[in-house]
Structures are given as C-alpha cells and as structure tokens.
C-alpha cells in the first residue's frame, strides 16, 4: 500500500462523521460532501507531522470550510424566493441508516430542528453542531471560530438558548407517525376536506420549497383550512397527470415522495418530498415541501 492509499483510507474512517457534521451545519447534502471533499485535499497536502489527531484536525478543517460557506450562503438566501428548507435526505423505509448524513443519526437531524438553526448566526450554529450534538471540546470549537474559548462557550450558549426556546417536540414512533401520515395522505389525494382538516393541529404550517424554479407558496400557510385547501388544490391542478405516491424516510421521519408526471396541468409536475411532523397528540402540526429541482438531484422514485 502506497503512503497515498493509507492517507486516503485513512481519512475515509472520518469520512461518515465530517459529513453529519457538515450537514448539520450547511443543511445540503450536496454543500456538505463538497466542504468534505476539501477537506480531504487539505488533509492530503498537510504536513504530517502538524495532524497530532486526524479526527479532530479534520472536524476543524471541515468546520471552518463550512463556516465560510455558510456566510456566503446567508446572503444567497436573503433572496431566496420563498421559504427556504434544508436539502433532504431521503431513504426506504427499510434502508438501513445512510453511511454519511444520517451517521450518528438522531433529533439533531430532524428537519424541523434544521430549520430553527437557519435562525442562528453561522458561528452560532457551527459552535452548537460542535459542541452541543457532536461533544467537540471548547478548545476545538475556539479553534473552528478563530476565538478564545471563553467566546466560543458564549456564542454556543447563545444559540443553545435559542434552539430551546424553538425546538421542535420530540418525534413520535414511526408506528404512531405512519398512522397519521397514511389518514393524512388519504384525505389528501381523495379530496376530503374534513378528513383533512382532522388530522391537522390548530397551528398547523405549510412550507413549501419551489426557489422560484417551480410553482410554490411564497409564504408559509397557516391553519388547517388553509393548509387542507392549499393541499387539495394541488392534487386538483394535477388532475390528468401521473402521480406517484411512494413512503420514505425524510430526514428518519416519515414522509413521502410524490412524483407528478406531466399531464394535462404541468403546474404540479415534477418530484415533491412531502414531510407532515406529526406531534405527541397525534396530529400534523408541519407540512415541509421540498420542490425545489435543485435539492432533488439525489431523489428518486422506485416502485
């Protein structure tokens, strides 16, 4: 084995953990292989003798690349058009935990909770991911930042405030959620109003991701009639069209992908990764649609 093939397999040991941390930090799958993969050329062009600890020269490496993008990011989403959802990761319901994103899988993958660290600072969410769901000691976090510790221990107690009073409930069994989602589904592709509006908490919210590739809801919707007709509607416009329902983890919750072919309405074509958050009580208190193309490159529809 060549010094190059050892590096190479040993960075590959890591490989999983940088791009669950990564993912957490950026929120695109596509982002956080990409900060990785540099990583990875930095690692190979070190000095040797400067990598005391791989794991954790890499996990500051990929977390300052990630910074950097994530400040970039801010301003690209600023003008975003509509809503904006982090990037889904997307498996069958009998795959077993995907070997990078969903490593060391758990709350902090949720959509839900990725979404309440859109609303931290990027070095707020980078000491948070670090510390607080990783276990990175103050002193690496310091390092990630370029500060002191004692103001990495503050910017990460900031953001953990912000995270608890934003959290998500916990998510519910997948037994409890699949019950839910398939009354939901039901009333959803069959028209029934009331039936709908049944399974939807009072606070109910709909995103919906388009980026202004495709036709999507500029602002979230909030109620249940709102979001029942909102949902509805859809289904309606696509009278004509292919659909295909198939059920899959999002993020290792149930959702599902819907993939509208082009029928006689092209306003709903394309693919749609349907997330309902169903709550302890039993009811859908979310519904993230993710339209966007360009976070669906990795989706496919089997079955």
Not at 180 to 199: H, I, Y
Not at 240 to 247: E, I, L
Not at 253 to 266: K, M, P, Q
């Amino acid at each position: 084995m060549t010094e190059q093939e050892a590096l190479a397999r040993e960075f590959e040991e890591h490989r999983s953990r940088l791009v669950g941390v990564a993912y957490r930090i950026l929120g695109s799958v596509t982002e956080a292989e990409d900060a990785v993969q540099d990583a990875w050329l930095r690692f190979a062009r070190a000095d040797r003798s400067a990598v005391e600890e791989p794991a954790a020269w890499l996990t500051t490496v990929t977390s300052r690349l990630c910074l950097d993008r994530l400040r970039s990011a801010r301003a690209r989403r600023e003008t975003y058009v509509g809503p904006w959802l982090p990037e889904p990761w997307v498996q069958g319901l009998d795959a077993p935990p995907g070997p990078d994103v969903l490593a060391e899988r758990g709350e902090s993958v949720r959509l839900a909770l990725l979404v309440v660290l859109e609303e931290l600072t990027p070095e707020q969410r980078v000491a948070f991911v670090l510390h607080d769901v990783f276990a990175v000691p103050f002193t690496e976090v310091a390092d990630a930042l370029g500060t002191s510790v004692a103001a990495a221990r503050q910017v990460a107690s900031r953001a953990r405030r912000t995270v608890r009073d934003r959290r998500p409930p916990p998510a519910v069994p997948l037994a409890r959620q699949r019950e839910v989602v398939e009354a939901f589904t039901r009333a959803t592709l069959t028209g029934d109003l009331d039936g709908l509006v049944r399974t939807l908490a009072p606070g109910v919210v709909l995103r919906s991701d388009g980026g202004g590739v495709v036709s999507a809801a500029l602002r979230p919707v909030v109620g249940p009639d709102r979001v029942a007709r909102v949902l509805i509607g859809l289904v309606t416009r696509s009278a004509g069209s292919p659909v295909t329902v198939v059920p899959v983890l999002v993020n290792g919750e149930l959702g599902a992908l819907v993939d509208v072919g082009e029928g006689e309405s092209r306003a709903s074509a394309g693919m749609n990764v349907v997330l309902p958050r169903v709550g302890p009580d039993g009811l859908v208190h979310g519904v993230d649609m993710v339209r966007n193309p360009e976070k669906l490159t990795r989706v496919r529809v089997a079955g």
